[in-house]
């Protein structure tokens, strides 16, 4: 694949996101170019800097992010009951739970290099340094975002060297973290959106939820083959759809441009994961190696779980879809994301000065 490649999947996705938002939300158009100029400024500035150089501040990166995210806890803007946001004037803002994937991931892939993954030591070093912003991110309370950051980080320990009784005992230790959260962290209404999914909706909440998933579904079939064109969905326009600049922009895209339009984007991100995967086949270093492997993971769950939960086959758990979704945060972290990998596939000059710490 050509390095062309990865910001050409970026740019068709922009410009779709740009032709749905015009046509159901065209307030939001506007501002959403201006968050993928500025992807893309990030995008092409990140895969400059040698992946050497990123790794020396990656405990300045991870400490900024656990800043970040505790402000949000303080005096944050909170959004569907999620107080995630950090108002940047009176315009915008941002949501640092979206930066905690690459921040976090350039620690790990370090530590899994630097340090024996047999050993509990390590591995201990690992859940810490990961749990951390996890249990911040879960606080606020983001549990789409904790879900989707905990299986792509998840996926870069499965694949590394870290011993199957390790792994084994995560995964049992998950279990008895899923049965806690379920008794004690989540709210009622995440509940909710739960087991309207298995199709216990008892309370208003849940049967809120089960007509988001309801409408969503429709949407998705009434678009068929063609779609019934831009600015042509009944779902979206009329407002039965819910959030159908965000969380069920996929739905919006299904019905005005159909399985065409639907498949296009599917292969787009199958690109984006094609391209991370193969760069870390490709490449000789094994901390890019794990760093490429998060990026396509984390491209591959949350598109799947969005994708998912548009077409009912998944709970709603409020995750956006990857440069499709209305939100600057996501965009310019998906960029920054990309962009590293992305930099994995130049020849940088080799520089003494730029050794691992």
Known sequence: MRSWFLPGCMLVLALLSLLLLKSVAPGLAGTQFVFFI?????????SRIPYPLLEQWRWAGYLSLCILLIIPLVIGTTTRGIAGWIDIGTLFSI??????????TLVIAHLLVTHKPQYLKTLGMILITLA????????????????????????????????????????????????FGWLFVLKPYQ????????????????QDASYNARQALIAVGSGQFLGRGL???????????????TDF????????????????????????VLFCLRTAHRNQNHSQKYF???????????AGV??????????????????????????????????????MTYKQPTNSHLHLA
């Open 38 to 46: 500025l992807g893309f400024a990030v995008f092409l500035t990140i």
């Open 95 to 104: 949501q640092p739970s979206q930066l905690a994937i690459p921040s976090v």
């Open 132 to 179: 951390i912003p996890g249990v911040l991110i879960l606080i606020e309370p983001d549990l789409g975002t904790t879900i989707i950051y905990l299986l792509t980080l998840g996926s870069v320990l499965f694949l590394s060297p870290v011993p199957i009784k390790y792994i084994a005992g995560l995964l049992g230790l998950g279990v008895v973290a899923a049965v």
């Open 191 to 206: 509940k909710d959106r739960i087991t309207s999914f298995m199709g216990t909706a008892e309370t208003t909440d849940s």
């Open 231 to 245: 600015g042509q969905g009944v779902q979206s326009h009329l407002r039965f759809l819910p959030e159908r600049q």
């Open 249 to 272: 922009i996929f739905a919006s895209l299904a019905e005005e441009l159909g399985f065409i339009g639907s498949a296009l984007v599917i292969c787009l991100y199958l690109g984006l």
């Open 292 to 302: 490429a492997i998060a990026a396509a993971a984390m491209i591959t769950f949350q």
């Open 306 to 343: 969005n994708m998912g939960m548009n077409m009912s086959l998944l709970p709603i758990t409020g995750i956006t879809l990857p440069y499709l979704s209305y939100g600057g945060s996501s965009i310019l972290a998906t960029s920054l994301l990309l962009g590293i990998v992305q930099g």
